[in-house]
């Protein structure tokens, strides 16, 4: 049998053949599940909190991937969990998501997304559950944290004129909103940290060039790390994903912070 000599033609050729298979499969069946856990410390000295921040679940009945990121959280040992919004997209997948939520063992400070309005639910047992972990869901107001040291703001995301939530003087003042771009409403007030999400990172992004799309209220502050006349602002990538099921270059991430 005569073998066909597999030169750097033929190579290339297989190569450029592979690599779309490649990236769908990657885009399609592992990044979507494929959890990161990002650390970043603000302390100049020794840390004095470990708080993780998540957002955009999404969640629509996936109950063993939701129950491996609460997993990962409780690792982790938090002193809190700020979560930034975007708890579902439909009624019927609410009583799950919050059962998986109710086994967050730090207490679990949030606000709701976009999603979480369109979908209509009544935020009682939300509000519930969230304080049952010694934290709270936050519609523009504040709470402080047991040891006084920390008050968690919170913002809804109903309105375009983002409200001005006044910090805490004597407290490190943690910012918790839906849409980064309204960052730029809250230079009145300066916060320790601010926290959002709703970008879902681009959800694909392309090397050299970026996210193919990004939604409304994100403006330049599509993920990561940003320092803004507020504060220092974090974006999260988020956890689920809308409207496909995929992630190129973007995989979903736990973030912790110690500060």
Request: aromatic letters at 12%.
């Amino acid at each position: 049998m005569k073998h066909r000599k597999f030169n750097r033609r033929r190579f290339l050729a297989a190569a450029l053949l592979a690599c779309p298979a490649a990236v769908v499969a990657d885009a399609k069946w592992l990044e979507p599940g494929w959890l990161k856990i990002r650390r970043i410390r603000l302390a100049k000295d020794k840390p004095a909190h470990r708080l993780v921040h998540f957002t955009d679940v999404h969640h629509k009945g996936d109950r063993a991937y939701l129950q491996s990121v609460v997993n990962h959280i409780n690792a982790l040992s938090p002193d809190l969990v700020c979560f930034t919004g975007d708890l579902i997209e439909e009624q019927e997948h609410l009583a799950e998501a919050l059962e998986v939520f109710s086994k967050i063992k730090s207490p679990l400070y949030g606000v709701p997304g976009n999603h979480d309005y369109w979908s209509k639910v009544p935020f009682d047992g939300i509000a519930k559950c969230f304080a049952a972990t010694g934290g709270g869901w936050l519609l523009d107001g504040q709470m402080m944290t047991a040891d006084g040291k920390l008050s968690i703001l919170g913002a809804t995301c109903l309105s375009t004129k983002q409200p001005i939530i006044l910090t805490n003087p004597g407290t490190r003042n943690i910012f918790l909103m839906h849409y980064p771009a309204w960052v730029k409403k809250l230079d009145a007030q300066k916060y320790d940290l601010i926290l959002a999400g709703h970008s879902h990172g681009g959800q694909v992004r392309l090397p050299l060039f970026g996210p193919i799309f990004v939604p409304f209220g994100v403006d330049e502050f599509v993920m990561g790390m940003f320092q803004t006349a507020a504060g220092p602002l974090y974006v999260n990538p988020g956890i689920g994903w809308f409207p496909w099921p995929i992630r190129f270059n973007c995989r979903p991430e736990l973030t912790v912070f110690e500060i």
